[in-house]
């Protein structure tokens, strides 16, 4: 696959206006562009929600067979997350995007990737996939599926899933899917997909990825029970999540980053994703592990390494089983793309939230992560549509035409875009204050050129030629420091 380059014409500047009004601008044009993505179908006697995987200017029919669920999740997170857009009916959009995902899930309590259809053959299923489950929970939870019965976001269920409006019957569904993700374990952590279709589990090993991912629902989760005394799922989350923390921390590269897995040399997405899992532990293990994380970004991620980066960093590859009856199955190739832009932005967000990053190691380490946010703002920007049918959608690294603008790469993006706003209305961030800071600096080394000028010359011609040469070179020094 071959990544498609920006064209100039679809470049904005992040400095011309400020952040915060640019953010909210990319923000609505998404919001437009998501409100007439979704299509209807019918689940049983009850009409459900879903999205397609790739946004088109000339969308195709998706009928029930085709429903994807990575798009219906991400498509439903996504759109919550930018408010809901002007739907006019939000508990109706809440309640059958819903259905549409209780439908997909399959008995043991995982998520496939897609609804298999019906030509091939009338016993054939997808096995569960690691990352679609994630999705599907987290599109839950933010639909309110784990609201207790006094809330008022509880959704309104209809009557032929009646069983779904009480609270603790929905934690008892929940249940089969806590014990799938426990199951299908390797080691302390996950691979793409179940363990169940492996010829010798012992030729498999964790990923950094979904394990990563598998960390933030499980503290989602934990969090969501634990408000409501569900002591004994709680115990099992935190554990499942506690231990897939440690085994990030021990498969950490000796440089701070991370690959795909233990083997792998360190990787800007997977690094990304592992930070943002490693900022969910309060520990001191953990924070150390998270600075060291922290500067391997810094020092590998900035905006001219980025446009070096090759597909072997984009994409991820593996095989997913079609269970045709009890006996056979086929495998089918999967190309996971990591939206790399938003995965640094959410990163470097939650990183500059922790006191150890900000306060101890590297000189300048929270002044560096303030004005590497500001440039991911504008690299995430940058990849936003302006013009046309797709206007709001954003462009990915896939090279097939119909595959450019993913709903994956509007979730991250939204979700990315929105915490670098909150830092700004909180004042962690600042432009004055990087400015403020790269002038500090400046000022500073020139400062002790001019102590080393005084202390070892004397006052003849040779001293300006001297000071004009340390004061270049304290310049060039300040330049490095603060180039971003």
Same mark, same amino acid.
């Given at each position: 696959?071959?990544?498609?380059?920006?064209?100039?014409?679809?470049?904005?500047?992040?400095?011309? *206006?400020?952040?915060?009004?640019?953010?909210?601008?990319? +923000?609505?044009? =998404?919001?437009?562009?998501?409100?007439?993505?979704?299509?209807?179908? /019918?689940?049983?006697?009850?009409?459900? +929600?879903?999205?397609?995987?790739?946004?088109?200017?000339?969308?195709?029919?998706?009928?029930?067979?085709?429903?994807?669920?990575?798009?219906?999740?991400?498509?439903? @997170?996504?759109?919550?997350?930018?408010?809901?857009?002007?739907?006019? !009916?939000?508990?109706?959009?809440?309640?059958?995007?819903?259905?549409?995902?209780?439908?997909?899930?399959?008995?043991?309590?995982?998520?496939?990737?897609?609804?298999?259809?019906?030509?091939?053959?009338?016993?054939?299923?997808?096995?569960?996939?690691?990352?679609?489950?994630?999705?599907?929970?987290? @599109?839950?939870?933010?639909?309110?599926?784990?609201?207790?019965?006094?809330?008022?976001?509880?959704?309104?269920?209809?009557?032929?899933?009646?069983?779904?409006?009480?609270?603790?019957?929905?934690?008892?569904?929940?249940?089969?899917?806590?014990?799938?993700?426990?199951?299908?374990?390797?080691?302390?952590?996950? *691979? *793409?997909?179940?363990?169940?279709?492996?010829?010798?589990?012992?030729?498999?090993?964790?990923?950094?990825?979904?394990?990563?991912?598998?960390?933030?629902?499980?503290?989602?989760? =934990?969090?969501? +029970?634990?408000?409501?005394?569900? #002591?004994?799922?709680?115990?099992?989350?935190?554990?499942?999540?506690?231990?897939?923390?440690?085994?990030?921390?021990?498969?950490?590269?000796?440089?701070?980053?991370?690959?795909?897995? !233990?083997?792998?040399?360190?990787?800007?997405?997977?690094? !990304?994703?592992?930070?943002?899992?490693?900022?969910?532990?309060?520990?001191?293990?953990?924070?150390?592990?998270?600075?060291?994380?922290?500067?391997?970004?810094?020092?590998? =991620?900035?905006?001219?390494?980025?446009?070096?980066?090759?597909?072997?960093?984009?994409?991820?590859?593996?095989?997913?089983?079609?269970?045709?009856?009890?006996?056979?199955?086929?495998?089918?190739?999967?190309?996971?793309?990591?939206?790399?832009?938003?995965?640094? $932005?959410?990163?470097?967000?939650?990183?500059?939230?922790?006191?150890?990053?900000?306060?101890?190691?590297?000189?300048?380490?929270? =002044?560096?992560?303030?004005?590497?946010?500001?440039?991911?703002?504008?690299?995430?920007?940058?990849?936003?549509?302006?013009?046309?049918?797709?206007?709001?959608?954003?462009?990915?690294?896939?090279?097939?035409?119909?595959?450019?603008?993913?709903?994956?790469? +509007? *979730?991250?993006?939204?979700?990315?875009?929105?915490? @670098?706003?909150?830092?700004?209305?909180?004042?962690?961030? !600042?432009?004055?204050?990087?400015?403020?800071?790269? $002038?500090?600096?400046?000022?500073?080394?020139?400062?002790?050129?001019?102590?080393?000028?005084? #202390?070892?010359?004397?006052?003849?011609?040779?001293?300006?030629?001297?000071?004009?040469?340390?004061?270049?070179?304290? /310049?060039?020094?300040?330049?490095?420091?603060?180039?971003?």
């Amino acid at each position: 696959m071959l990544s498609r380059t920006i064209p100039p014409a679809q470049t904005k500047a992040i400095h011309v *206006y400020g952040a915060k009004a640019v953010i909210d601008g990319a +923000l609505a044009s =998404a919001r437009s562009f998501i409100d007439s993505k979704s299509s209807i179908v /019918n689940i049983g006697n009850e009409n459900g +929600l879903l999205w397609p995987l790739f946004f088109s200017a000339n969308p195709t029919h998706v009928d029930q067979y085709e429903i994807d669920t990575c798009a219906t999740a991400l498509g439903f @997170a996504a759109t919550l997350g930018l408010e809901g857009g002007n739907n006019p !009916s939000p508990q109706e959009f809440i309640t059958q995007s819903l259905i549409t995902l209780i439908s997909l899930r399959r008995p043991d309590g995982s998520w496939p990737s897609i609804q298999v259809r019906p030509e091939a053959g009338p016993q054939a299923e997808m096995e569960g996939v690691v990352n679609d489950t994630i999705y599907a929970l987290h @599109a839950l939870v933010d639909g309110g599926y784990l609201e207790g019965p006094q809330s008022s976001r509880q959704p309104n269920f209809p009557e032929s899933m009646k069983k779904h409006r009480i609270f603790a019957t929905r934690v008892t569904w929940l249940k089969s899917t806590i014990l799938w993700i426990q199951k299908n374990r390797l080691n302390r952590g996950w *691979y *793409y997909t179940s363990t169940e279709f492996m010829a010798d589990k012992t030729q498999y090993q964790p990923a950094v990825g979904p394990t990563a991912s598998m960390v933030l629902i499980l503290d989602r989760l =934990a969090g969501e +029970l634990n408000s409501f005394s569900f #002591s004994e799922e709680t115990t099992i989350l935190v554990s499942l999540r506690d231990e897939a923390i440690a085994w990030l921390r021990e498969v950490q590269h000796e440089s701070g980053g991370y690959g795909r897995d !233990s083997r792998d040399l360190p990787r800007v997405p997977h690094t !990304s994703i592992a930070l943002i899992a490693l900022t969910t532990a309060n520990s001191n293990d953990a924070d150390l592990s998270i600075m060291r994380a922290t500067d391997w970004l810094l020092s590998h =991620a900035n905006s001219r390494q980025l446009n070096k980066l090759d597909d072997s960093d984009s994409f991820d590859e593996y095989s997913q089983a079609i269970v045709f009856d009890s006996k056979t199955f086929r495998k089918r190739i999967i190309s996971h793309e990591h939206p790399i832009e938003p995965l640094v $932005l959410r990163a470097l967000c939650s990183a500059i939230h922790q006191q150890g990053v900000s306060s101890l190691g590297k000189l300048g380490r929270r =002044a560096r992560l303030s004005a590497r946010i500001f440039t991911y703002i504008g690299l995430v920007i940058r990849r936003q549509e302006k013009d046309g049918a797709l206007r709001g959608g954003y462009l990915s690294r896939r090279s097939l035409e119909r595959e450019r603008y993913p709903v994956y790469w +509007l *979730y991250h993006t939204t979700i990315a875009l929105t915490q @670098a706003r909150r830092l700004l209305v909180d004042g962690k961030i !600042s432009k004055i204050r990087n400015i403020v800071n790269s $002038l500090s600096v400046r000022i500073g080394l020139v400062l002790v050129a001019g102590v080393a000028y005084a #202390s070892f010359v004397k006052n003849d011609v040779s001293q300006i030629l001297s000071i004009t040469l340390l004061g270049v070179a304290a /310049n060039v020094v300040s330049f490095y420091f603060t180039r971003e």
